[in-house]
């Protein structure tokens, strides 16, 4: 009779701790699900609308082709002028937002992205630089770019940044520079002076004005050796004569970008200047690095890597 008993609270102590483990498993469960919930509606307050993309914008920008622009450039480093080149490249393109990459194939969580590679080449006496900037911006206009990044070459060494767009802003750095070294943190979302090139050619009447809060570009901040941060900032836009100008100003930094576009579509860039302090310490001066137009084409630059292609860089003036 006692073993009975005995057996029979084992079985009543067995199934109440199983009842537990499962009611304690949907718990888990309907957690899990609440904060895959919570995570939907963060990231939706990230988005705003799509705004409609226009006939001229898709007839243009879907067309198969990279619209590349070269510039001549006069560039500010280490207190002094450097004579050099610059090129604008253009293009649409799939782009995978969760991993962050452009899409291989047709998926429908595919975000259709105007990317700009730009890149710079000049000379620092005997050596040269070599900078280029990657910038992903979705053409509905309704979210900040998904990534942007930087790589800069030189003797001395080379330097990589990038800026990935998830809950938070996500730095990642790699530089030869003791005090730089390897960088990863997170920081709270602000206006991208990068993305800003890219918005510019998609809706310029809705680039912002007034006083802003704007992470400068990664080129800025690595070349003037800056913390990586939004500072404050005013922006101003005017038209004259078909090009409209819009002025970016950082009190702070003592620096000021001037981005000059046609007015009308499709708002090509036909110049840019940026003024700041170059060179160092008390010997630092006041210089502005400027890039005039040169000539602009519209081409599937991916297939023409042929010698006979050489010539296309003639047109550019390259």
């Known amino acids: 009779m006692k073993k009975r008993y005995v057996h029979g609270f084992r079985s009543l102590f067995l199934s109440l701790f199983l009842l537990l483990l499962l009611s304690c498993g949907e718990k888990t469960k309907s957690n899990s699900t609440e904060m895959a919930m919570d995570h939907s509606k963060e990231a939706a307050v990230t988005t705003s609308p799509k705004k409609p993309l226009s006939e001229d914008f898709k007839a243009y920008w879907y067309a198969g082709d990279a619209e590349i622009t070269s510039y001549q450039l006069e560039q500010a480093r280490y207190g002094e002028m450097r004579d050099g080149h610059a090129v604008l490249i253009y293009v649409t393109e799939p782009f995978l937002p969760e991993i962050q990459v452009k899409a291989d194939q047709s998926n429908p969580d595919n975000v259709s992205v105007l990317k700009l590679n730009a890149t710079k080449k000049f000379l620092t006496g005997i050596y040269p630089y070599s900078i280029m900037s990657s910038t992903f911006y979705p053409v509905y206009d309704n979210q900040h770019a998904l990534k942007t990044s930087l790589s800069v070459q030189e003797w001395c060494g080379h330097v990589y940044s990038q800026i990935n767009n998830r809950d938070q802003f996500e730095f990642t750095s790699h530089s030869y520079f003791e005090g730089e070294a390897d960088q990863n943190f997170k920081l709270d979302k602000q206006i991208l002076e990068n993305e800003l090139w890219t918005k510019v050619r998609i809706h310029p009447e809705d680039l912002p004005t007034a006083n802003l809060f704007v992470i400068p570009s990664l080129e800025y901040l690595r070349l003037a050796h800056k913390e990586l941060k939004a500072y404050e900032a005013t922006a101003s836009i005017s038209t004259e004569n078909g090009i409209t100008t819009y002025i970016l100003t950082y009190p702070?930094?003592?620096?000021?970008?001037?981005?000059?576009?046609?007015?009308?579509?499709?708002?090509?860039?036909e110049s840019w200047s940026e003024e700041f302090k170059s060179g160092f310490g008390q010997n630092a001066k006041t210089l502005t690095t400027k890039a005039t137009k040169i000539k602009s084409l519209k081409t599937a630059y991916w297939g023409q890597h042929d010698n006979d292609d050489l010539i296309l860089r003639d047109s550019l003036g390259l």
Not at 252 to 269: A, G
């Open 252 to 269: 702070t930094l003592e620096r000021i970008l001037r981005l000059n576009f046609e007015s009308n579509f499709p708002y090509s860039i």
